[in-house]
């Protein structure tokens, strides 16, 4: 972890969440096709595109990555992480939001898809991601690539 960065510790216990939408964890009843749009069961954490890298390849190093998109104008990633993250989430250079954008499992913005037979997304853990998030800044700082 970075030096002079406030430590947090996982909660003992997890928060209340709100309640899972009909939409099952994974996509698709039955056919296969697919859920797209809004669904609550996700939050998303998004950061520069530079950062949000550095991190996928963090998190992939530790097989810990879940599915990860590019946003369309491709300036920044955008990680899956489970509901009720964005009640809890401060980390300085990158926004947490409730709700999740999921596009279609063949769309050409995923970085890492949904996968399996019925496109099951796999949420990043969001201190496992926190902690990659931090390595990647001291990463990319160390490199000479400046603050984020």
Known sequence: M???VPQYRRPAAPAVLPAPSA?????????????VGRVV???????????????????????????VQ??????AIAFLVPA?????????????????????????CWIIPPS?????VRPTDAWVLRSALCEAATTLTAGGL???
Do not use: F, K, M, N
């Open 2 to 4: 970075a030096t002079g």
């Open 23 to 35: 939409v099952s964890a994974c996509t698709g009843a039955g056919s296969g096709s697919g859920v």
């Open 41 to 67: 069961q996700y939050d998303t954490v998004t950061v520069q595109v530079r950062h949000g890298l550095e991190a996928v390849d963090i998190l992939r190093l530790r097989r810990a990555c879940g599915a």
């Open 70 to 75: 590019q946003s369309s104008g491709g300036s």
């Open 84 to 108: 009720g993250t964005a009640l809890r989430w401060h980390l300085p250079g990158s926004t947490c939001t409730p709700g999740a954008e999921l596009l279609p499992p063949t769309d050409p």
């Open 116 to 120: 399996g037979p019925q496109h099951c």
């Open 146 to 148: 400046g603050p984020l």
